[in-house]
C-alpha cells in the first residue's frame, strides 16, 4: 500500500495550504479527509502521475467562488473581466502545483512524472478515467467561503 513519508501528516497540510496561499492570495486550513467528495459546483482538474512502475491521479475540485477567486488573483484582474477559459487554466496550474507538493511528500527523493492537468466535468467527476483508483489521500478545506478538495487515487 502506498503510504505519505515518515513526515507528520499535519506537514502536508500545511504544505498544501503554503501552496494555495501562494497562488491565490487566499488562507485556507485543509485537513485529511476519509475520501474525495466535492462540496460544490465548480472546477475539477485531474493530472496522471507516474512514479516507478504505477500511476497516480492527482484531482483538484475548486467550488466556483474560490476558482474565481484564484484567477483574479493570479491574473491580477477584476472577477469581472475573467474568462471561464481563464478560471480553469489558472485551476489546472493550481493542480499542478500541488501535485509537486503532494509526490515531494508521498515520496521525497524518488521521481515522478507528472503528466498533462485536464479539466473534468464537475457532474462526471466520479466517472472520470483517471479516478476510478482507490482513494490514497484525500484532503478539504471548506473554511471562509472555500470549496477546495485536493486528493490522490492509486
Do not use: K, Y
Not at 27 to 40: E, G, I, K, L, Y
Not at 101 to 115: D, K, N
Amino acid at each position: 500500500m502506498l503510504e505519505l513519508s515518515t513526515r507528520p501528516l499535519t506537514d502536508t497540510c500545511e504544505e498544501i495550504a503554503r501552496v494555495w496561499q501562494l497562488l491565490s492570495g487566499q488562507t485556507a486550513s485543509f485537513v485529511r479527509c476519509a475520501a474525495w467528495q466535492p462540496a460544490a459546483p465548480g472546477h475539477c482538474v485531474t493530472l496522471p502521475v507516474q512514479w516507478d512502475t504505477r500511476q497516480v491521479t492527482v484531482l483538484l475540485c475548486v467550488g466556483a467562488e474560490s476558482a474565481r477567486a484564484l484567477a483574479a488573483h493570479m491574473f491580477g484582474a477584476a472577477d469581472a473581466d475573467l474568462s471561464v477559459d481563464q478560471v480553469e487554466d489558472v485551476c489546472r496550474e493550481m493542480c499542478n502545483q500541488l501535485c509537486n507538493c503532494l509526490m515531494a511528500h508521498a515520496i521525497p527523493g524518488e521521481r515522478f512524472t507528472p503528466g498533462l492537468p485536464r479539466t473534468v466535468d464537475w457532474t462526471n467527476v466520479d466517472r472520470a478515467p483517471l479516478l476510478q483508483g482507490t482513494p490514497w489521500h484525500a484532503f478539504h478545506s471548506t473554511g471562509a467561503g472555500q470549496a477546495i478538495m485536493v486528493a490522490v487515487t492509486r
